[in-house]
T-cell receptor
């Protein structure tokens, strides 16, 4: 089966940098995704890594190491609006990873 | 552009009553469709997914069912709700052969009393 692990909570101050880790176990690997979810809202897509290395999108970066079954989401120049839950997810199954399993989520609290 | 809508946004139902949540996608064809459930403060649990009309895969055995009567319509149903069915239900879609990006609807918050 598929399983993912993330820290349950992370706290940081405005302007700081925070890293949210994700380790996974999956039969057949296509890539690692990250989603952000604010309280009461729906998850929104942040990034996807299919290959090893760092992908940068503005203040957010995502890293993948397939040999270590590990990835992380890096948030820089934290802002209050970054307070949310962050989920890693992996596609699996079928011929092209048509299904998704999500990690338990990491709740990020940004303090002033 | 593509959009996804699900409704109702909020509902309160008594135990034993039926349920129907509907989701539609616009602006794309033959999407993969998904129903997830999220308990308060928890992660997303995959309930059903569909790769085409009439093709439904169930991930968790329970008293819920799903149907896909049209290409861009996905319905979640129950004949008799349980207290444990309370939660935040999310419909999502992705490109048939796309990789890591799921697009979520606004969600339906169900409270079973």
């Amino acid at each position: 089966g598929q399983s993912l692990e993330q820290p349950s909570e992370v706290t940081a101050v405005e302007g700081a940098i925070v890293q949210i880790n994700c380790t996974y176990q999956t039969s057949g690997f296509y890539g690692l995704s990250w989603y952000q979810q604010h309280d009461g809202g729906a998850p929104t897509f942040l990034s996807y890594n299919a290959l090893d290395g760092l992908e940068e999108t503005g203040r957010f970066s995502s890293f993948l190491s397939r040999s270590d079954s590990y990835g992380y989401l890096l948030l820089q120049e934290l802002q209050m609006k970054d307070s949310a839950s962050y989920f890693c997810a992996v596609p699996f199954g079928g011929n092209y990873g048509q299904n998704f399993v999500f990690g338990p989520g990491t709740r990020l609290s940004v303090l002033p | 552009s593509q959009t996804i809508h699900q409704w109702p946004a909020t509902l309160v139902q008594p135990v034993g009553s039926p349920l129907s949540l509907e989701c539609t996608v616009e602006g794309t064809s033959n999407p993969n469709l998904y129903w997830y459930r999220q308990a308060a403060g928890r992660g997303l649990q995959l309930l059903f997914y569909s790769v085409g009309i009439g093709q439904i895969s169930s991930e968790v055995p329970q008293n819920l069912s799903a149907s896909r009567p049209q290409d861009r319509q996905f319905i979640l149903s129950s004949k008799k709700l349980l207290l444990s069915d309370s939660g935040f239900y999310l419909c999502a879609w992705k490109w048939g052969r796309g990789t890591g990006e799921l697009f979520f609807g606004e969600g339906s918050r169900l409270t079973v009393l």
